[in-house]
C-alpha cells in the first residue's frame, strides 16, 4: 500500500555516475545515527550518512512511468533535503540490480563468511563486517533471500 | 641520391613505425574514450558538492575546523602526477615547468618542499636534478580506486591536522573540455581554497535557494563541516588522478595521430622517390636496349 503524499525529486550521485535521478514518493537513507524517512514537503535538512540500506519507493519516472522499489548499500556521504529536491551524494554506493543470481549468492556467501569469522579477524575488519552484515539485510530487503536463510 | 633498395628499406621502417604509431593511437583513444565517460558522469556529483560548499561558506556564523585554517608548519607537500609512458608530447614537461615553481616558493618562503609523485617519468626526471622524493605511488593505475584516495587523503589530512605540513597541493593536468586541458596546481589544504576552486568551477550553483540558516543539520554544522570537506578533499584527490589520465591519453592521441601522419606522409614521398628510381631504372635499361639494337642495325 502506498504511503505517499504526493513525489519530489531525488538524486543519487557518487564520484563515478550518477546512479538514480527520478521521482519518489518515499525515501529511507541511512543517516550516521539510523534510519531517516522522507516524504514531500519535508523540511530542508543537511545530514550526515553512515553504513546502511537506501530504499527508494513509489519510484515515477518521466512521463509518468512508475518504477520498481530500489535499494542500495550506502557507505557514507551526505543528503540534502531542500524544497521537494533530495540529493544523495556517497562515496560508495553497492546494489543487487541487474547482478546473475550466482553473484548475489556469492556476495551473500562471501559476507556469512566474514559474519562467522574469528574474534581476531572481526577486529581487524570491523567496517567490513559491518558491510557484510548490511549486504545480507540488503538481500532480505529486496526479496532475494528469506529471512530464515 | 639513395639506391632503390635502401628507399625500399627505409619505406618498410617507416611503415612499421606508422604501424605502431597507429595501435598506440588506438589505444589511447579508447581509454580516453572509457575515462572521458567517467569524467562527464561525473560531472553532477561535483555540481552537487560545489552547491553543498557553497552552503558551508555562506553561514551566517562561520564554521571553524582545522583543515581550513593556516597552520605554522614549515613544510609544503606537493603531490605530482605525471605520466609512466612518454610519447605524450609536452605532457609532462608542462607538469615540470609547474613544478619548478613550487620548488622556487618554497624556495622563497624558506620552507622545505615534500614532494609525492606518481609516474615513472617525473620519477626519473627528479632523479636526474637529484631532487628528493618523500613518496613514489604505485599501487595502482592511473586512477586509484575509493579506497586508496581515501588512504592517501586520510594520511594527509592527518598530516595537516598535525602540523606536519601547512600545505598540500597536486599538481597535475587539468582537462577542461577536448579543446582545453593544462598544468595547473589544484590547493586541497587549506580546504577553504579547495572550496573556493569547487565554486567557481562548478556550472550551477542556485544562491536564491534556501540559505545554511534554513537547514537543519544532523549532526551539528561543526561535524558537518568536517566530513563535508573529508568528502572534499577526498573525491578531489580522485578527479586530480583521473584529470590527468584523461589528459595523458588525450594528449597522446594527439601526438600519435600527428606522427601517423606524418609518417603516412613520409611513406608516400618515398613511394614517389623509389617509383622515380625504379623508372629511371627502367628508361635507362630501355635506352641500353635501343642503343644495342640501333648498334647492331
Known sequence: MSISLGTFRFVLQ?????????RAGFINVPAHDGQMGILRNHMPILCKLGL?????????????????????????????????????????????????????????????????????????????????????????????????? | MAGMRQLLQRKKAVANICKVTRTMEMISTSRYKGLYDAWNSSAGFYNSLAQLAYLLITAEAPISNPLAEENESDTMAVIVIGSNRGLCGGYNNNIHKMLEVHIKRAKRLNKKLDIYVYGRKIVS????????????????????????????????TGLYEKGKIGYLGIVHT?????????????????????????????????????????????????????????????????????????????????????????AQKMIDELGVEYNRARQGQITGELLDITGGVEAMN
Not at chain 1, 97 to 115: R, T
Open chain 1, 14 to 22: 557518487t564520484p563515478s555516475a550518477q546512479l538514480l535521478d527520478c
Open chain 1, 52 to 149: 546502511g540500506i537506501l530504499q527508494v519507493k513509489d519510484i515515477v519516472y518521466e512521463k509518468g512511468r512508475p518504477g520498481k522499489d530500489k535499494f542500495f548499500l550506502v557507505d557514507g556521504g551526505f543528503a540534502k533535503v531542500s524544497e521537494n529536491n533530495v540529493i544523495v551524494l556517497a562515496y560508495n554506493v553497492e546494489s543487487f540490480e541487474g547482478m546473475e543470481m550466482s553473484e548475489v549468492e556469492a556476495i551473500i556467501s562471501n559476507s556469512k563468511k566474514l559474519l562467522a569469522g574469528d574474534k581476531y579477524a572481526q577486529q581487524a575488519k570491523k567496517h567490513d563486517i559491518e558491510k557484510a552484515s548490511v549486504f545480507i539485510q540488503l538481500a532480505k530487503t529486496a526479496g532475494l533471500i528469506k529471512d530464515s536463510h
Open chain 2, 174 to 262: 587539468r582537462f577542461f573540455s577536448v579543446a582545453s586541458h593544462r598544468a595547473q596546481t589544484l590547493t586541497i589544504l587549506p580546504v577553504t581554497e579547495l572550496i573556493d576552486d569547487l565554486t567557481t568551477r562548478a556550472t550551477a550553483i542556485w544562491p536564491w535557494e534556501n540559505s545554511f540558516e534554513d537547514f537543519e543539520l544532523t549532526p551539528g554544522a561543526q561535524d558537518i563541516f568536517d566530513s563535508a570537506a573529508r568528502m572534499m578533499i577526498r573525491t578531489s584527490i580522485v578527479s586530480c588522478f583521473r584529470d590527468a589520465a584523461l589528459s595523458e591519453n588525450l594528449a597522446r592521441v594527439v601526438a600519435m595521430k600527428s606522427a601517423t601522419d606524418n
Open chain 2, 125 to 156: 626526471h627528479l632523479k636526474y636534478r637529484g631532487l628528493k622524493i618523500a613518496k613514489i605511488f604505485d599501487e595502482f593505475e592511473e586512477v586509484p580506486d575509493y579506497k586508496q584516495a581515501w588512504k592517501i587523503a586520510d594520511d594527509f
